[in-house]
Each structure stands twice: as structure tokens, then as C-alpha cells.
């Protein structure tokens, strides 16, 4: 049991960064296919930026690219959170109460794990931890 513990408190941060990394690069191909257009997706094309879904695509890119260096992770991630709250409750959740039948279990899971990381922080593999170290 003692090395049980001892793995994870070894690698239970290591693995926060993680998460972070694989979360960040696979939201971030939802705010490219928004704006440009990448992953080619026939059904989607670029929107335009001055939409309420240009917006997402900003945020998804862009926040999802600070994520993904770990810089600013706690305000970025409980910003993304918001996002993907509203377009849950926008997009989602008037098509049915369960969110595998109305569609809406990707937006409701980046939901929760940007809203842990707004409370976690990005790990030790993070430009956050970098910059706190250096000060």
C-alpha cells in the first residue's frame, strides 16, 4: 500500500499536466475547424468572426492553446468552463434532458475538467509553474 501511495503522490501531479496537454490539443481542433476550416469537415466551414460561433472559435483556439502551455490556466480554463456551459445550455440542452441523445456530453465533460483545472491549476509541466518558480 506505501508504494502504492508513493506513485501516486509521485506522478499524481505529472499526470495533471497531462490531462491538461491531451484536453487542450483535442479542444483545440474544435476552435480550428471553426476558424479555418482544419480538420476539413464538409458540413462545417469557417465562420465569421464577428458570430457568436467565431467567438467559440477564438476562445476554443486560443484558450485552448494557453491551456495547452499552461499559461494563465486558472482564469483561461474557468473561462472555458463558462463557454462550455453556455453552449451546453444553448445548443444542447433544448434538444433533450440526456446528453448523449441532445449531443452534449463533449461540451458538458470540457465543462467539468477546465473547471477542475481552474480550481487544480496546470501541474508542474506548465508555464504557470515555470513563472511562479523563476519569481
Not at 475547424?33 to 477564438?58: E, R, T
Not at 476562445?59 to 491551456?67: K, P, T
Not at 463533449?106 to 475538467?113: D, T
Amino acid at each position: 500500500m506505501a508504494d502504492f501511495d508513493l506513485f501516486c503522490s509521485k506522478w499524481s501531479p505529472r499526470l495533471l499536466s497531462l490531462m491538461r496537454i491531451v484536453t487542450a490539443l483535442l479542444f483545440m481542433q474544435h476552435g480550428a475547424q471553426k476558424l479555418f476550416g482544419v480538420p476539413a469537415d464538409p458540413a462545417k466551414v469557417p465562420v465569421d468572426l464577428l458570430s457568436l460561433m467565431g467567438l467559440a472559435g477564438v476562445l476554443e483556439f486560443f484558450g485552448g492553446l494557453l491551456i495547452l502551455l499552461g499559461l494563465f490556466t486558472r482564469p483561461v480554463a474557468f473561462l472555458l468552463a463558462g463557454e462550455m456551459a453556455t453552449a451546453y445550455f444553448m445548443a444542447h440542452a433544448p434538444k433533450g434532458f440526456w446528453p448523449l441523445l441532445n449531443r452534449g456530453e463533449l461540451a458538458a465533460l470540457y465543462c467539468f475538467v477546465f473547471l477542475y483545472l481552474a480550481a487544480a491549476g496546470g501541474g508542474p509541466w506548465s508555464g504557470d509553474h515555470h513563472w511562479r518558480r523563476r519569481s
